[in-house]
């Protein structure tokens, strides 16, 4: 994933003072770009919106997309703070040793400046995107080096700067540290250097460390967090934690990604969602569509209920001009605007979770279309003669749904033995005399996905917002032989409730979440 950021990150001069506590940044990054509203295009941008509930909403760009006027006009009025993508990253900004070039990074600077918008710089140390001469220095003179670094870009653009990404990506998935000429030169050291050098280079500006993977709670997260706590113990300049939120709709959604955030917050820390995009494998369809919106909704939800969450950067607003499809071939759309620059329903979702409705692009931002599924594991054996899926339903729309004519598809492989099967729902809130379930062999059989059980409802209606609530269900073959869940489609072993993209709901026949086999 570290590919992820040959795309974008940085940030610039020319904007106006840097702003002390979290909601002042927050406000500060926020602060009132000239506003598509003004146009008469719809009620209020992103950013403004944003700035209503304290906090900001800016987008990624970089110096070749900056020739496009009809993309600049966007990027100017809907945001209100930008990220260079990769013009104050090392290779670009000192590409000889002691030669240093600020003229790409000046100019997003300068926009974010005629456009009253903020900049997030982006990035001082990162072990990837580095001149050859870095990995090529003894170690002894590493440390010399990547101080004089910091100290040039961050006193070139102290005062236009509201915030850097000081290091970038430190750690492995598994949450060791991750190799680069800055760990094997200095240890872990090398972040606690690298944060004071900043803080006394530009005192003013927020100083983050930034990931990806972390957005949710697991060992990267966890190692995140150990990190952070041990530099504030040190007294280590530290303001905040960067999430960069890099999401796909078949992977699903962060574990806990609220409860994560608010872990942090509660040492002292900002946070903030520094990179966010939702790809999808190609082509796009309603069920993905509706999946990615989901998902720009909770996170932008979910940024909301946690005080020190001060804002959100899409890593671009346009699929014109994502990174995605030259780093994950096959995915792509993962933007919230369209590559003719026309929104998309994952705007509509991130309008509506900021309180100012659907933005006109065309979705109600409710009905069908807004439900998804959620699952858990309820067996602790992945090879017995059960299958025990926990289901459940969310309405993540603007609108009462009802599930009359709604299905629900889990996939699993049925293995040897009988082909007849017994199901049955153990226990729901909405009572499982309201809930079908039946398995049905599939019309072209793959492999973990020959089968699936589908369940259906009755007379249920969901409002806004709500949730069946948990349906416990199971089902076995009429003469108990075993399955092997370990390879089937549908199969996960989390045990708490989670998006689940590999089980699809049907509306009325229509795929409208998660993805078929």
């Known amino acids: ?38 146009q008469g295009t719809h009620q209020g941008t992103l950013h403004e919106l944003a700035v209503a509930q304290g906090k900001y909403f800016g987008s990624a760009t970089d110096n070749p997309e900056l020739t496009d006027a009809a993309y600049t006009a966007l990027l100017g009025s809907e945001f209100g703070q930008i990220t260079p993508g990769n013009s104050m990253k090392w290779d670009t900004t000192e590409p000889v040793q002691g030669q240093f070039d600020f ?40 440390e010399a080096a990547m101080t004089r670094h910091i100290t040039e870009e961050a006193t070139h653009y102290r005062g236009a700067v509201a915030a850097w990404d000081v290091v970038n990506e430190p750690f492995n998935e598994d949450g060791t540290y991750r190799t680069s000429p800055f760990y094997t030169a200095m240890g872990t050291g090398y972040i606690a250097t690298a944060l004071r050098a900043a803080h006394e280079a530009d005192p003013d500006a927020k100083l983050y460390l930034n990931d990806y993977n972390i957005e949710g709670l697991g060992a990267k997260s966890d190692a995140m967090y150990a990190l952070v706590t041990e530099l504030l113990d040190e007294g280590v300049p530290l303001d905040g934690v960067g999430m960069q939120a890099h999401l796909a ?26 990179e966010l995009d939702v790809r999808m494998q190609l082509p796009a369809d309603a069920a993905k569509s509706a999946t990615q919106s989901s998902y720009y909704q909770q996170v932008t939800e979910a940024c909301l ?82 299958i025990k899926p926990g289901l459940q339903l969310v309405n993540t729309g603007a609108a009462a749904v ?8 889990y996939w699993f492989s049925a293995g040897n033995g009988a082909s007849t099967y017994n199901t049955w729902c153990d226990w729901s809130p909405i009572g499982c005399s309201a809930v079908t379930h039946r398995v049905v062999a599939a019309d072209t059989p793959k492999a ?16 806004p917002g709500a949730t069946t609530g948990e349906i416990q269900l199971r089902l076995n073959k009429t003469d108990w032989s075993t399955f092997d869940e370990s390879d089937d489609y549908s199969y996960g072993r989390g045990t708490s409730y989670a998006d689940a993209p590999r089980i699809a709901v049907y509306v009325g026949g229509e795929r409208v979440w998660g993805i078929e086999p």
């Open 448 to 463: 973990g996905a020959d089968h699936y059980l589908e369940v259906g409802f009755g007379s249920v209606g969901l409002a």
């Open 305 to 386: 209920a946690v005080g020190r969450c001060v804002g959100i950067t899409v890593w671009d607003y346009t699929d014109k001009y994502s990174w995605v499809p030259s780093t994950f071939p096959g995915e792509g759309a993962a933007n919230l605007y369209d590559e003719n620059l026309q929104p998309k329903p994952a705007y509509s979702a991130v309008r509506t979770a900021l309180g100012g409705g659907d933005g006109g692009d065309g979705g109600d931002g409710g009905g069908p279309a807004a439900l998804k599924v959620q699952y858990r594991n309820s067996d602790s054996s992945a090879g017995d003669n059960q």
């Open 103 to 142: 003229a790409k990074g000046d100019v997003i600077t300068d926009f974010a400046a005629q456009h009253d918008q903020t900049v997030r710089g982006h990035t001082l140390v990162w072990h990837n995107q580095l001149p050859g001469w870095v990995g090529a220095l003894p170690s002894a003179q590493v």
């Open 1 to 38: 994933m570290s590919s992820m950021k040959r795309c974008r990150h940085d940030r610039a001069r020319g904007i106006p003072t840097l702003l002390a506590g979290a909601l002042t940044l927050a406000l500060a990054l926020a602060s009132g770009p000239a506003t598509a509203a003004q």
């Open 402 to 409: 009802g599930l009359s004519d709604v299905k629900v598809r």
């Open 249 to 274: 709709v078949q992977y699903g959604f962060p574990y806990q990604m609220q409860a994560n955030m608010q872990r942090f917050a509660d040492l002292g820390l900002d946070v903030a969602v520094t």
